[in-house]
């Protein structure tokens, strides 16, 4: 036996308002059409719902029953309509989004600060890793999108969208004895496999004829700028991760033989996936 929700709900609010008329008044329908609908409940349910008298409507003891699990179901259902109005307004909800090492330590700050200015109520989760981990991240549904470094992501089932370039930068500490006219026989500090940055840098030097003979790989940028001003060997690294060792004097810029250091930062999410309130809100700030 399966109760039409239509039906359930022309009963409610005549046993909510005592009345078919007002009751249809509220449906914004005919007075014979919620009578249909109620007659047609009770054949369903095999018992009358009200007594009917020419001067009122009173429910009868199975339809007060029903009647106090038909106010549980409105109840949840409008408790369940204000949640989600609430979530399009951005007067709560979460927002679960992935981003490699430096920019969820450097880039997303700020962007972060700015959106819950904005969104104040917003719960906000930040996953961190390299490029690779966060793809599969995405493609998990673990997080709704994801910054990386990068610009090219060979996945089919992914949205890549350009979001911004970031300035890279070739640096050693001062007392490395770099040899300027040959890169090659430097040793390089460089990002572990699967890192957006490792890619970059490896496409840089492919382009540049510089192939490193030794090399210390390691799994953060970060590191890989402690173990340059340690001095153990030169690297390409984000500008806004050297910048601050610059000032100190712990790091100093090697010339680049060809064209300026740059790398692209991606947006990416699920092809398909339909963004939560709270991530469009979050994207639309990223492009202002």
């Known amino acids: 036996m399966n109760i039409n929700f239509t039906a359930?709900?022309?009963?409610?609010?005549?046993?909510?308002?005592?009345?078919?008329?007002?009751a249809a008044d509220h449906l914004c329908l005919t007075q014979p059409a919620v009578s249909k609908a109620v007659s047609g409940l009770e054949d369903v349910l095999g018992i009358s719902l009200f007594e009917r008298t020419s001067r009122q409507v009173r429910l009868t003891e199975a339809g007060q029953g029903l009647w106090d699990h038909a106010r549980s179901i409105f109840a949840m259902e409008q408790a369940a309509m204000d949640e989600i109005v609430q979530r399009r307004g951005l007067r709560r909800g979460k927002l679960h989004i992935g981003a490699s090492t430096t920019i969820a330590s450097?880039?997303?700050?700020?962007?972060?600060?700015?959106?819950?200015?904005?969104?104040?109520?917003?719960?906000v989760h930040?996953?961190?890793?390299?490029?690779?981990?966060?793809?599969?991240?995405?493609?998990?549904?673990?997080?709704?999108m994801a910054l990386v470094e990068g610009g090219v992501i060979e996945e089919p089932r992914?949205?890549?969208?350009?979001?911004?370039?970031?300035?890279?930068?070739?640096?050693?500490?001062?007392?490395?004895?770099?040899?300027?006219?040959?890169?090659?026989?430097?040793?390089?500090?460089m990002r572990e496999q699967g890192s957006g940055t490792a890619q970059v840098v490896h496409d840089y030097l492919e382009r540049a004829g510089i192939f490193p003979q030794a090399r210390v790989v390691v799994e953060s940028n970060q590191a890989v700028v402690e173990m340059v001003v340690a001095g153990a060997g030169i690297a390409i690294v984000p500008l806004v991760l050297a910048r601050h060792y610059q000032e100190r004097g712990e790091l100093v810029p090697l010339p680049w033989p060809l064209y300026p250091l740059e790398r692209p930062l991606t947006k990416i999410s699920l092809r398909g996936r339909q963004p939560s309130p709270a991530r469009e809100a979050f994207e639309a700030l990223l492009v202002s």
Not at 8 to 22: G, I, P
Not at 112 to 121: E, F, G, I, K, V
Not at 126 to 144: F, H, I, K, P, Y
């Open 106 to 123: 450097f880039w997303l700050v700020q962007e972060l600060a700015r959106y819950l200015q904005c969104y104040p109520d917003i719960d």
């Open 126 to 144: 930040v996953s961190a890793g390299n490029t690779q981990s966060m793809v599969q991240r995405v493609l998990d549904g673990e997080v709704e």
């Open 8 to 22: 359930l709900r022309a009963f409610y609010e005549v046993a909510r308002c005592n009345s078919f008329t007002l």
């Open 158 to 189: 992914l949205d890549c969208r350009w979001w911004r370039n970031e300035p890279l930068l070739l640096v050693t500490a001062p007392t490395y004895p770099v040899q300027h006219h040959d890169l090659n026989c430097s040793r390089w500090v």
